[in-house]
């Protein structure tokens, strides 16, 4: 009787693990993203700061892939807040993921520990 019990123990700790594994890889890549994004925050910034010294009748040019488009400082600006904006955005929604996936690693870890020692105590 105790065979097939232990079996399924096996069966289960593995599938835990493997799970345990997949979301911690998940929690570093969120990181990851977190850190490109904070960067994306970082260099809207300071271009925001060089470009507001100068006169609002300036045009500069924008590097678009292999091109360079003339645009007013107004137009650049808007984009600095979109991109500032959407990467608070998305930095937000992958810290909830993060605490979400933070919290499963934590579950599979008791659901392990419960496992073992349930296992122990038969």
């Not at 009787?1 to 599938?15: T, V």
């Not at 890889?25 to 904070?38: E, F, M, P, S, Y």
């Not at 470009?51 to 137009?75: C, H, P, W």
């Amino acid at each position: 009787m105790s065979a097939p019990i232990d079996l399924e123990l096996k069966k289960a700790f593995s599938e835990l693990q493997v799970k345990m594994i997949d979301t911690q890889q998940k929690v570093k890549l969120a990181d990851l993203q977190i850190d490109q994004l904070t960067r994306v925050q970082k260099h809207a910034k300071l271009t925001h700061a060089e470009i507001a010294t100068l006169s609002d009748n300036t045009r500069l040019y924008e590097g678009v892939g292999r091109m360079f488009i003339l645009q007013s400082k107004e137009e650049i600006n808007d984009q600095l807040k979109d991109k500032q904006k959407t990467a608070d955005e998305k930095i937000k929604e992958l810290e909830q993921k993060k605490v979400y996936l933070e919290r499963s690693v934590k579950e599979a870890e008791d659901n392990i520990r419960e496992m073992l020692l349930s296992r122990r105590a038969h």
